[in-house]
């Protein structure tokens, strides 16, 4: 299960820059790809390791033979996680998406469908977690009817499961509030504790482990007594009841009994029919052995050439991400499923302040706003085209504005480029064409290419050096305009 | 999101009853209990946090002024967040807002640090601040507690005046003068020989017996001159279009003439028909004429209060008229206005003849003359225009 979340994760990083029809053919080759791991995964457990036999057994009953118990024990989860994975990425990265927009968007607008997704993500969770407690709590009842059945079924590990995800969904909820407070934060320009994230992660641990050390001090046994006695009178409450029952319908039930006394001696219930025996087919029969032979090389060709046809797919889609899950990388993309989580622990925000302060010594020292600069917490890594360009996009407005060039808070990128482009009339056009590019990447779904990022690049390098021209020939420019 | 930790924990604990799993009964109790520590937590911090703010309440124009605020836990568990919001005046930074964001250890204090700048004379709350928190789950709405606002006094502009023709009719003070009528036996400034006429008790008999002569002490002669300051904030008596600059420069000519007046060791006092920001309700109490720093400074803090009105309760000669009748002898009014019309020049002729040397101050870039100005000359009312506080500095 992790391994196929861990890929998930991975695909759908990868599927991003995808359009629709690209990506739902993508879907169905990972899907086949992983039945059939899976299948080979569960014959090695369970030990069916002749082929030829299990390929025989297959060309007879096929569903029923491929689709065995382990199979699907091993299927069932494997498609919970990877359809929860995608399902909970994909919110994820809308969550970040949309919280980029507090820049342009009214606050509140952001804030309502931040907490729409946040109310998606957790609602979800705590439904799995609902029918996970289910299923463990009921799969751990030993079911034992006297010849019929004897299933004396115990999911190991049960409580771990539930208590792990239990925290997970608590984390999950912390990080979600920081950043929908931090997007407010950052909203309201306030200047913000570079080592909030850090606490934030350490309080709600703390908690955590306050809250479980008292509920282990905490007398269960007593706990289940009571509800072992709750149950009791429950039980009483029920005999109660049902006995008025069986009082007030007594008499229609002698009514009933008086009526049909006379069909007693009758073997089965008036007014059904009688069962008869199933009629059994004849059996057909032998066919040719060309037919045979023919219908095993179709049914094995249409059955390869599925397996192939998908296997290619995602392995030459995946080509270039594969060779690159090594540790740095696979930590790289656990980092983007818990972005939030890792911004406590490592402070990204600190390093990327860090990196900008650099930056700014390096280059020629020049006065800048005395107003503390606050950037939010934003990927700087593009793993596509369209998100090279939006960083492109940000970086310029960032850049503008420390070159007093600011961004209003109620501008539009269409005013802004109007501001931009009367400051920088020779590069009008170049401006033009970045707000452009970054409209269509932000806000429509058209597929942009490496070459059109790159473009961006060059036009965006041009403005920021004409901007720095002109701060440094302006004697103004160290006085940001006031918003 | 409060509701569905609720079911989550009811659904924890059913099942547990029902089946009899211990790790469900103690899941819900770690859900139920994080939920309550989550809904006490915030009240609870805030409930234990005591913050101060700190600055230096009495300023003058174009001064800095760090605000320090100090937070303190007293408590044992942290705050996760707290939002620290400090307003303040626009007129005192170029944002409305001090806004911080900090979490605090148990038992620790932070100390926060911003500037203000004293830009002009005004009376200004810093404050009220406000602190929000709340939990760590998003499980309660943010808290809010805070302390109120603080006042800063900024001065006006006192503008050292360099030799000004402060006329007074009230002999023997602090203050040399030209005329030998008001001659000052406490200023001895030399001797000289006997005339006839003198008067015996300004023979000096030390100097006679040394010298053989009648010898007599020569005095300077000098004046007291006790101020008053007619301060119109009548925005009505101003021209339409120096309404604001107008009434700011007589606020600044009157703060730089009770300073001179107080560094000369005369006594000063003020009477306007303004709003004190302290006093909404009625006409400010009158000022009477003192001596002294203190003094000065309670001049200064009324004229950095100090507002104009559209409709006072009085107007300028009301208030000449009601008021030169508990004046002293002598006394020089300085009248600060924005116009001179016949009326004013008749109520200053009235004042005159009853001792009281009185000045007319036009301040403004626009200023009405609704007489000739030489009207005022005729009857000895000088009459004098400050345009700028350029003006005032060549004074």
Known sequence: ?483 | MSELVLIVVAIFLLIGAITGETYLLVLGYLMAGAYLLARWWPGHSLKNLSARRDFPDHVFPGEIIPVQITIKNHSILPVVWLAVRDLHPIDLSDVHTFKQVITLSPKKSVHLKYFLKANHRGYFPVGPMTLETSDLFGWTNPIQSGIPASFLTVYPTVIPLKNPFLPSNSPIGLLAHIQPLYEDPNRVVGKREYQQGDPLRKVDWKATATQQKLQVKTYEPSTDLETVIFLNLDTEAYHPRSRFDGPELAIVAAASIAAWSVKKRQAVGIITNGLDILNQTGQIRPIAPRKGKQHLMRLLELLARVKTLSSPILDLNQMINQYRQELGWGTTLFVLTGSVDETLIHDLRVTQRMGLKPIVILCGWFVELKVPIHNGLVYEIPVRILNTEEDLKAW
Not at chain 1, 44 to 53: A, R
Not at chain 1, 113 to 136: C, D, E, H, P, Y
């Open chain 1, 1 to 483: 299960m992790i391994g196929i979340a861990l890929v998930a994760l991975l695909t759908h990083t990868r599927t991003r820059s995808m359009d629709t029809s690209e990506r739902n053919a993508f879907r169905i080759s990972e899907g086949i790809t992983y039945l059939v791991v899976l299948k080979v995964i569960s014959m090695i457990i369970s030990g069916q390791t002749n082929l030829v036999e299990a390929f025989h057994r297959w060309q007879v009953q096929f569903l029923e033979s491929i689709f065995d118990l382990p199979y699907i024990t091993s299927l069932l989860p494997g498609m919970v996680a990877w359809g929860y994975t995608l399902i909970f990425a994909d919110l994820y990265d809308e969550f970040e998406d949309r919280r980029q927009d507090f820049r342009w968007d009214e606050l509140g607008k952001v804030q309502n469908s931040l907490k729409a997704i946040r109310s998606k993500m957790v609602g979800g969770n705590v439904a799995l977690l609902v029918a996970l407690v289910f299923l463990l709590a009921f799969a751990n009842t030993p079911i034992d009817i006297p010849n019929v059945v004897s299933l004396p079924l115990t999911v190991k590990s049960s409580a771990a499961i539930v208590i792990l995800f239990t925290a997970f969904l608590l984390i999950q909820l912390a990080i979600t509030q920081l950043s929908l407070l931090r997007t407010y934060w950052e909203h309201d320009r306030s200047q913000i504790d570079v080592s909030i994230n850090r606490k934030w992660l350490m309080y709600s641990l703390v908690v955590m482990g306050v809250a479980g050390v008292i509920s282990l001090f905490l007398p269960t046994d007593y706990s289940r007594q009571f509800f072992t006695l709750f149950l009791w009178f429950s039980s009483i409450l029920f005999s109660f009841f049902s006995l008025l029952l069986y009082l007030l319908s007594y008499p229609f039930l002698l009514l009933f009994h008086f009526l049909f006394a006379q069909d007693e001696s009758s073997p089965s219930l008036p007014g059904l029919p009688a069962i008869q025996p199933p009629v059994t087919a004849a059996e057909p029969g032998p066919l040719p052995l060309w037919f045979e032979i023919a219908k095993t090389i179709i049914l094995w060709g249409i059955i390869l050439g599925i397996i192939f046809i998908a296997g290619k797919r995602f392995f030459s889609t995946t080509s270039t991400l594969f060779p690159k899950i090594n540790r740095k990388v696979l930590f790289q993309k656990m980092r983007d499923f818990f972005k939030a989580l890792f911004h406590f622990l490592f402070g990204v925000k600190i390093l990327i302040q860090e990196q900008i302060a650099q930056l700014k010594l390096q280059s020629k020292p020049r006065q800048l706003s005395s107003k503390p600069s606050f950037r939010p917490l934003r990927s700087r890594r593009a793993h596509n085209a369209r998100e090279k360009i939006l960083n492109l996009y940000c970086d310029l407005v960032d850049f503008a504005g420390d070159h007093g060039l600011q961004r209003l808070r109620n501008q539009t990128p269409y005013q802004y480029r109007s501001f931009l482009s009367s400051a920088l009339p020779d590069l009008s056009s170049e401006i033009i064409d970045i707000t452009e590019i970054f409209i269509e990447a932000r806000y429509s779904l058209h597929p942009l290419d490496e070459n059109t990022a790159s473009r961006i690049a060059s036009e965006t390098l041009l403005v920021k050096k004409a901007i720095k021209h002109n701060a440094e020939e302006s004697p103004f420019n160290s006085i940001p305009r006031s918003s």
